[in-house]
């Protein structure tokens, strides 16, 4: 007969040894929280404790397995194996909750493609995949890169170049283009050394930089109706120039500006110039006033080297007279009888 108490046993921190927990087959009823007992039904043989609202096992290691819904097998040994609809149903899975060792999943685990094992692509081939609502790859492939590019000039005509097999060439002409290549950069450009093998038509500006300019052609047509030599002169002029004509085995003649004697000259035989008489070189006016018999004529050409003619401005006849060159601008002209009013025409030149 057991003893039964009705008031809580202090032990006082001795130990309860040699003791059993209550064995059943079924859980108590009217349980209170705290309460223990051990479930002595085959196939459970676990300790409960309530929890004030369940019977919660307490065992801690797991004996067996039991299968639930969409599980076969179990038991206290053995395998359990989870039967999944693919189209239908959702697996929810804790974080970390699911784990796969020794290989992952192998070929009896995850249903085969038509999908051959192998790496796909190449430097002249993509990769091709098709892919199914799952995620699986169904088909697997190449596409080739290789493809024709067609090129265009002003000229000529293309037979394609073949992408990965063809190199596409940019070619210079002999002394009018060269080409260069440096990575990935093609550098089109004119040769130190031009030449133009048809007509050069520019619209713009011209400027020629180099010391000699060397025109070979026959005909030569300006627009410009006044050609500047000595462009580059500055301050006090000091250098002649003007035209000189080559003449072959003979003697170059020159037309020129000099520069020392403020004139135009010319030259026949290369070494003796002859100046060329311009208005600035000579004077024209009329004496006369029917008294005066002697008339001072200022011309100013700088030289007493002049050349002095008289005319009679009515019948145009030569007139002879005293001549004196009294200084390099004034000449004195005498006659024994006084002309008319304006009637001597005076023409000097410088020589």
Known sequence: MALKYLTHIDLNKNQLQNAVIHPLGTAPSSPAEGQIYYDSTVGDKKVYIYNGTAWTNISGDISAIVAGNALTGGGTDGSVTLNVAVDDTTIAIASDALKVKDGGIGSTQLAATSVTAGAYGSSSAIPTFTVDADGRLTAAGTASITTT????????TDNGVVLGTDTLTVAGTANEIVTSVSGDTITVALPDNVTIGGNLIVTGNLTVSGTVTT???????????????????????????????????????????????????????????????????????????????????????????????????????????????????????????????????VLIRKI
């Open 149 to 156: 590019l067609d090129i265009a000039a002003d000229s000529g």
């Open 215 to 345: 025109v070979n052609t026959e005909t030569i047509l300006l627009a410009d109706n006044i050609i500047t030599l000595n462009s580059n002169a500055t301050g006090t002029p000091s250098e002649n120039a003007g035209i000189e004509i080559e003449r072959g085995s003979s003697t170059n003649v020159v037309l020129r500006w000099n520069e020392t004697n403020d004139n135009w000259e010319l030259t026949n035989d290369g070494s003796t110039y002859y100046d060329i008489a311009t208005t600035a070189d000579s004077f024209k006016g009329s004496i006369g006033n029917g008294s005066a018999t002697s008339y001072t004529v200022t011309h100013n050409l700088g030289t007493r080297d002049v050349l002095v003619e008289l005319y009679d401005a009515s019948s145009y006849e030569t007139v002879i007279a005293d001549v004196t060159r009294t200084s390099t601008s004034v000449v004195t002209v005498a006659f024994t009888v006084a002309p008319t009013s304006n009637d001597i025409r």
